[in-house]
């Protein structure tokens, strides 16, 4: 009789999902796809494609995202754990479930961190390292105490109990099979008491305890024949019968198979001991010869005259109550079929409600895409008709006035400042224009854009990109975004950090482009600039075409880091 935990595997799936529902929105689209497809195979019970595609989801977390990848990265390793196990890859499943529970700490995740703790435990048993196997279960047990969860603490002691048991550890055995079943006492859970108490019936059978086996035996036996499970029942009844057997009590042993008050088929009991293990012993073979022997002389004499009359009183109620249940069987079945209805309608509103609330987050994030969009579009425009007006109009103006201070003999100096301030208005017309990408690639674009920088005083910039990468592939739109949140980002560097020293650099990994400007400035305060404008039109930019930013500022510099996938 080993512990059935398919409950602890649903509910700590279930947290992970609800875990990753709530905090998945804004990872990258190719780890999450490989997630579901591997869950998905793992529900079809596919379980070696199905850890193809869990490691692919876990890939690229730890490098690109960081922090912003544990809750893939907790429920890939979770499904990994389990499906090697699935597999019989214990070993490997244990080394999963560490990485799942290195995640859930990370995370302050008591509760899936509980429960990676008892399936890695599980995973050490079946490798055969019970050392390892102790210390997981006992981890999920103390967790299990402090966050009160009565399910993975019972089931921890159950696996702590067969384990010392096992390695003939009576006093730690005794010491968690009583803690397991104090623990399903105060939940009422009639069925994980019966099965503790045969845990410790065992545990003190092994020892040499009889007497307190067979009390512990007797009292779950009491608790199966009242929820009916005789399987479990006569399993209980042949533990029972060892133990009086080997105390020399053979009379009870005898007393308990043919208890009265119990119509006990010998056949089915000899196929239930014979699957509990215990039709080997020679003295239960005994016994049961005894009994067979007595059924087919007088088994009505062996089940005992009062059990017939019993029956015969019972019959007369069964009929009394025919006449009864036959006119409330109609009407049960007509209130049923009612509810049944009631209920099926109501779920098909509730499907029905729940489209139309899918239809209407669709089109609300569609509306808001597209307002995004339409509104950088515009904002593009209008820097581009700036550009213009700036280049065409006001350049063309003062380069007409500083020639006729030229013509007029005026003092030097002041036509060279005049040089410089349309010089100044001519590079702020250039900046405002958007680049051509159809002549030039990203790449020598923010090469010409960091040689103009350079021309400032006091400050250096430097420029490093993928020489690898053909950057003239780069989709336009990805390109341009790029290229506004480096000058963006390069802007507010130059007029707010003080910085002498700024670094820009374009690579690519994996499939996915990394923008970095980094300076040396004095930071600023990111929960009193969030509102700015530009910080918050970078970030509309990037999220405009799929991709991730981040900013990272104290007093000795600010690193902005974008993330697009190819």
């Known amino acids: 009789m080993g512990p059935k935990p398919l409950f602890l595997l649903c509910a700590a799936l279930a947290a992970l999902h609800i875990s990753f529902a709530q905090n998945g929105g804004g990872f990258r689209s190719t780890a999450k796809a490989n997630l579901d497809r591997g869950i998905e195979l793992f529900g079809d019970s596919k379980f070696d494609s199905a850890v193809i595609y869990l490691q692919r989801a876990v890939e690229p977390r730890a490098d690109l995202l960081g922090a912003r990848g544990d809750t893939i990265m907790r429920l890939a390793y979770t499904y990994l754990m389990h499906a090697c196990m699935e597999l019989g890859q214990n070993d490997s499943a244990a080394v999963y479930g560490h990485r799942a529970i290195a995640v859930a700490r990370d995370m302050r995740d008591a ?94 059978a092994r020892q040499g305890r009889y007497d307190d086996a067979i009390g512990s035996f007797r009292e779950a036996m009491g608790l199966y024949e009242e929820s009916g499970n005789m399987r479990l029942y006569f399993a209980v009844q042949s533990a029972l019968i060892a133990a009086l057997s080997k105390s020399g009590r053979y009379d009870e042993a005898l007393a308990s198979i043919i208890a009265p008050d119990r119509d006990i088929d010998t056949s089915s009991m000899r196929e239930a001991f014979v699957r509990a293990g215990s039709y080997q012993d020679l003295t239960m073979q005994k016994l049961m010869s005894d009994l067979e022997a007595k059924d087919k002389g007088n088994k009505f004499d062996i089940l005992h005259r009062d059990y017939l009359e019993r029956q015969a009183r019972n019959l007369r109620m069964r009929i009394w109550l025919i006449s009864i249940v036959g006119g409330l069987s109609t009407v049960l079945l007509f209130v049923l079929y009612n509810r049944q209805r009631q209920k099926a309608k109501a779920e098909a509103a509730a499907r029905y409600a729940q489209e139309k609330e899918n239809e209407f987050l669709a089109f609300r994030n569609e509306s808001e895409g597209r307002m995004m969009r339409k509104y950088i579009d515009g904002l593009e425009s209008e820097r581009s008709r700036i550009s213009k007006e700036l280049h065409d109009g006001i350049c063309n103006d003062l380069l007409g006035l500083e020639m006729q201070l030229k013509d007029r003999g005026a003092d030097a100096e002041q036509t060279a400042l005049l040089h410089k301030a349309r010089e100044n208005i001519r590079d702020v017309s250039h900046e405002l224009m958007p680049p051509a990408f159809q002549h030039a690639s990203i790449d020598e674009i923010l090469s010409d854009y960091t040689a103009r920088l350079n021309k400032t005083d006091n400050v250096r910039v430097d420029y490093m990109r993928d020489e690898t990468m053909d950057w003239r592939t780069l989709p336009q739109k990805m390109a341009f975004a790029l290229y506004r949140v480096a000058q963006e980002a390069a802007g507010n560097s130059l007029k707010h950090s003080g910085a002498d020293e700024i670094k820009i650099s374009l690579t690519v990994e994996d499939g996915v482009v990394l923008l970095e400007v980094r300076d040396n400035g004095n930071g600023f305060n990111s929960s009193e600039r969030t509102r700015g404008a530009g910080l918050r039109l970078m970030r509309e930019r990037v999220v405009s075409v799929g991709g991730i930013l981040d900013i990272e500022t104290d007093s000795t510099g600010t690193a902005i880091k974008t993330w697009m996938g190819l």
Do not use: W
């Open 111 to 204: 509760t899936s961190e509980a429960y990676v703790h008892y399936f890695t435990g599980r995973a050490y048993a079946n490798a055969g390292m019970a050392d390892y196997a102790v210390d997981c279960y006992r981890s999920a047990y103390s967790l299990g105490e402090t966050i009160k969860d009565y399910y993975v603490t019972h089931t921890a002691c159950i696996a702590l109990t067969g384990i010392y048991s096992r390695r003939e550890n009576y006093p730690l055995a005794l010491d968690y099979s009583q803690r397991a079943v104090n623990l399903a006492k105060a939940e009422g859970n009639k069925k994980d008491i019966a099965y503790a108490l045969t845990m410790l019936g065992e545990t003190y």
